[in-house]
């Protein structure tokens, strides 16, 4: 069993000044093609459309914050690094399952919007993407992309926008918290409860 406590943190932002103060697609897809998901995946870069317009069309963008607080318990069991990255694997899918579901709902209830995910593209699971063979992606309805693979900065919106430091892991161990970052750009002014 997963025992954690989650919060849940939404703000909301004006889309220019979002991208203006908050994107820098140079910088942060340079860390994306650092990772062994970077072309290898269709939800992360590099794409074959252009980014700005998809999100340049939505007038505001509606920051989620969601913060996981595995139970003591949890962290205890996590005494080295292979466990604590296991865990922490787990713990994350678990949450995104739901997260990923509440937001492709708010998408349906709000037709002119579009979800970002928090980090990569989870919908296949242990299956190999289709990117890597040159095929098209088996699930286009459910994928969506990540505000990250869009050039905009994580640390700085969690910092300003939310208030929530970044945790890492530290010596191979689980740290205090985790946080996702998913987003939903809309022209609407919804209240959004997850």
């Known amino acids: 069993m997963i025992m954690y406590i989650l919060n849940n943190y939404i703000v909301h932002i ?4 979002y991208i203006a103060d908050y994107r820098n697609p140079e910088k942060f897809i340079g860390f994306c093609k650092q990772c062994n998901k970077y072309n290898n995946c ?13 999100i340049t069309k939505y007038n505001r963008v509606y920051i989620i914050g969601t913060k996981i607080i595995p ?3 949890i962290r205890s069991r996590c005494d080295n690094a292979e466990n604590s990255k296991q865990t922490g694997a787990d713990i994350i899918t678990h949450v995104r399952s739901k997260l990923d579901r509440q937001l492709l709902d708010l998408e349906i209830k709000y037709p002119e919007s579009r979800a970002f995910f928090a980090g990569t593209c989870h919908v296949c699971g242990k299956e190999d993407c289709t990117r890597l063979t040159n095929n098209p992606c088996r699930y286009p309805e459910k994928i969506r992309h990540s505000l990250e ?3 905009f900065d994580i640390g700085k919106t969690t ?19 985790f946080t996702l970052v998913s987003a939903l750009f809309t022209n609407e002014e919804i209240d959004i409860q997850l």
Do not use: Q, V
Not at 43 to 48: F, K, M, R, S
Not at 162 to 168: A, F, M, N, Q, T
């Open 14 to 17: 004006d889309t220019k000044n």
């Open 42 to 54: 269709w939800a992360c870069p590099p794409y074959n459309f252009d980014t700005e317009y998809n």
């Open 71 to 73: 139970s003591e318990t």
């Open 149 to 151: 693979s869009f050039g």
């Open 159 to 177: 910092k300003e926008l939310l208030d929530i430091e970044l945790k890492w892991s530290n010596d191979g161990l689980l740290p205090e918290y």
